[in-house]
T-cell receptor, first 113, second 115 residues
């Protein structure tokens, strides 16, 4: 079955440290891929998306993600984390002929000061 | 409006009662989605509307759940005879047209608690 996997449920990093959140997908063709962030009590905010072309995509708030077809991965990175980045991060893929966003289970990021 | 608007933002209801959740998509967006976010369950697709086409209802968990979209804009998600397991955040989203190649924008959700 087509799916999106986020292997890490919780991640803790120190402020100023680099961050990488993992995402793997399982689809026959290259899906359209997204990263969303959800702060407590808030909705989902789009960080970045990959449709085609350059495999390194830049997003808001200093985030970037790299699509690697050989690894079926779309990992999210940030060189230096800020305390305000503490939130839950969701990787998602557009499937079902474009009707449905399938989400990973999310990674909860904690930032230590 | 500037973003996807949902109401109520919070709803507490007694088990067995019906509830209605409302979504106002971004103006001009023809595609509208409902998702459910439950503790420990992640984000589940519920239903998708695209223009005047028949909705994709494949994600609705039971026949107690229904949704409609009037005039191609506002949508209402109705849950009949609510159960405690219906407690969740119900997220609405919209996009310009058919999802592929377009960004899907989410509202802040309606938090439903069934007691």
């Amino acid at each position: 079955a087509q799916s999106v996997t986020q292997p890490d449920i919780h991640i803790t990093v120190s402020e100023g440290a680099s961050l990488e959140l993992r995402c793997n997908y399982s689809y026959g063709a290259t899906p359209y891929l997204f990263w969303y962030v959800q702060s407590p009590g808030q909705g989902l905010q789009l960080l970045l998306k990959y449709f085609s072309g350059d495999t390194l995509v830049q997003g808001i708030k200093g985030f970037e993600a790299e699509f690697k077809r050989s690894q079926s991965s779309f990992n999210l990175r940030k060189p230096s984390v800020h305390w305000s980045d503490a939130a839950e991060y969701f990787c998602a893929a557009l499937t079902g002929g474009g009707n449905k966003l399938t989400f990973g289970t999310g990674t909860q990021l904690k930032v230590e000061l | 409006g500037a973003g996807v608007s949902q109401s109520p933002s919070n709803k507490v209801t007694e088990k067995g009662k019906d509830v209605e959740l409302r979504c106002d998509p971004i103006s001009g967006h023809t595609a509208l989605y409902w998702y459910r976010q439950s503790l420990g369950q992640g984000l589940e697709f519920l239903i998708y509307f695209q223009g005047n086409s028949a909705p994709d209802k494949s994600g609705l968990p039971s026949d107690r759940f229904s949704a409609e979209r009037t005039g191609g804009s506002v949508s209402t998600l109705t849950i009949q005879r609510t159960q405690q397991e219906d407690s969740a955040v119900y997220l609405c989203a919209s996009s310009v047209n058919r999802g592929r190649g377009n960004t899907i924008y989410f509202g802040e959700g309606s938090w439903l608690t069934v007691v």
